[in-house]
Structures are given as structure tokens and as C-alpha cells.
């Protein structure tokens, strides 16, 4: 049996980058596979179903809710997002890593639901540079960012109970620290149980 695979959740409020840096740390991990969630709202343009999210109806959200199919939901500006238990259990289960992009209620969620997965929050270097990045997305009302601005507020706080911190003041060095990350938690001595048996086993045949 393959040893449990390693799970990575990831939270940033909106405009951290979260999304450039989960983008850039598959694409140099290809081992890691990404969690698709599942949303209620209609897609964006360039957004693929499958790929980006699987995109659902509100009827059908709230089934799944109520059948317990998400580890985590939340309704996130009056659209619900939820990640599917049986997905997450069954790619861990073939010994494969997934990373999962989530919000901080969603993690706190999967943190009391899943052993030995690892938190990462993304932090913004300032304040007024996170309100900068919201303001340059350029497709949303300023009522809308104002909102988001002060969520992200509210979310930053959430930070200091994430196993790491990274702090994308530059998208190079904050990739880069994702990827250290990653490749260090793979090489907790408590993630090898199954590799280390059959090591010890084998020193055992030759004694």
C-alpha cells in the first residue's frame, strides 16, 4: 500500500496572488494534482468547467450540502464554493498530492477533518498594495473591491494559526518558497512509514 499522500491547502484574501502562485507551483511540481472545486456562480470568461471549477447550479450545490458530499463549503459573496470529501480521500489514497486552493473557513473546515494536511496563507506585503491589486483587476464595481478589501481585512487575521506563512511581495521568491515548502514536507520522516518498512524489512532478511 502507497504511502498517504500529502495535502496542501492554500488561503490568501483576494488580490494576494494565491492564484498566480498555485499556477506556477503545479507547473514545477507535476506530481501535484489540483483540487477542482465546486461553485454555484457562472463562469468567467477564459474560465474552463472541469479545469478551473465545476461549475453547478445553486439547486444542486445545496443537494450536495445536504448529502454531505463537500469537507468544506462556504457562500462567498452570494455564490457557495465547496471542495468534494470523496475526491480529496480518493486521490490521497493512491499515495498522489493535491493541492487545494481554499479560503480561511473553508481550511479551518478541512483542518478539524483531515490529518496531516499543511496550511500555507499567502500574505499581501502591504495593505495598501493588496488594495492596489484588487483596484488593477479592472472588472469589478468599487463597491465590489471596497468589499473584498474589507474581507481580506477580516481573513488576515486568520493567519496565525497556518502552519507557514509566505509573503508574495515578489511572485519569484514566493513560488520558490511554495516549492521548498512542498519539498520539505515531503520528507517528514512521518510521511515514509511505508517506504521506511520496507527498508527495515529488508535489513531484517539479511541479518
Not at 26 to 52: H, I, M, Q, W
Not at 60 to 86: A, P
Not at 135 to 164: C, N
Amino acid at each position: 500500500m502507497p504511502d498517504q499522500g500529502l495535502c496542501i491547502i492554500i488561503s490568501a484574501p483576494s488580490g494576494a496572488g494565491k492564484s498566480s502562485i498555485c499556477r506556477r507551483l503545479l507547473a514545477a511540481c507535476p506530481e501535484l494534482e489540483f483540487s477542482v472545486s465546486y461553485t454555484s456562480r457562472t463562469p468567467r470568461p477564459n474560465e474552463v468547467n472541469g479545469k478551473d471549477y465545476h461549475f453547478i447550479s445553486r439547486d444542486d450545490f445545496q443537494r450536495r450540502i445536504d448529502q454531505g458530499e463537500f469537507i468544506e463549503w462556504v457562500e462567498n459573496y452570494s455564490h457557495f464554493y465547496g471542495t468534494s470529501g470523496k475526491a480529496v480521500h480518493d486521490v490521497l489514497g493512491r499515495g498522489k498530492d493535491l493541492l487545494l486552493d481554499v479560503e480561511p473557513r473553508g481550511a479551518k473546515a478541512i483542518r478539524g477533518k483531515l490529518k496531516g494536511g499543511i496550511f500555507v496563507f499567502v500574505l499581501p506585503p502591504s495593505l495598501d498594495e493588496l488594495l492596489n491589486r484588487l483596484q488593477k483587476r479592472g472588472h469589478e464595481s468599487p463597491e465590489a473591491i471596497q468589499k473584498r478589501f474589507t474581507q481580506a481585512e477580516s481573513e488576515l487575521m486568520e493567519v496565525l494559526w497556518y502552519d507557514y506563512a509566505v509573503m508574495n511581495e515578489d511572485l519569484e521568491t514566493a513560488v520558490q518558497q511554495m516549492i521548498a515548502i512542498y519539498r520539505a514536507e515531503k520528507c517528514r520522516t512521518s510521511r515514509l512509514h511505508g517506504k521506511i518498512d520496507l527498508l527495515f524489512h529488508q535489513v531484517r532478511k539479511c541479518s
